[in-house]
């Protein structure tokens, strides 16, 4: 069985930063794809930023203030959020792939307000 955790989520006040992690642990038997995805009230799930082997990706909403990055042995992963505005507020969820198998972590809620 795999888990996945996320934390890191709180209040910012706009133009503030924030850095999210993830965390997978159990059964895993290699990390292919790692992805960041936010909801917001009333809004779909959408995606934020993934990074596989070699490549990475951003939506245009976040591109140039969110970074992803990956911790490869420590089966984790993480989002630096810069330049935050109240329209980041969302509950950001952690997924990865391992083999076929897609593991979601349970959310952590972003405030951006003043």
């Known amino acids: 069985q795999v888990q996945v955790t996320e934390s890191g989520g709180g209040l910012v006040q706009p133009g503030g930063s924030l850095r999210l992690s993830c965390a997978a642990s159990?059964?895993?038997?290699?990390?292919?794809?790692m992805r960041w995805y936010r909801q917001a009230p009333g809004k779909e799930r959408e995606l934020v930023a993934q990074?596989?082997?070699?490549?990475?990706y951003y939506a245009d909403s976040v591109n140039g203030r969110f970074t992803i990055s990956r911790d490869n042995a420590n089966n984790a992963v993480y989002l630096q959020m810069t330049s935050l505005q109240p329209e980041d507020t969302a509950v950001y969820y952690c997924?990865?792939?391992?083999?076929?198998?897609?593991?979601w972590g349970q959310g952590t809620l972003v405030t951006v307000s003043s």
């Open positions: 997924q990865i792939k391992t083999g076929s198998l897609e593991v």
């Open positions: 159990g059964s895993i038997f290699g990390i292919n794809t």
């Open positions: 990074t596989t082997i070699g490549s990475t």
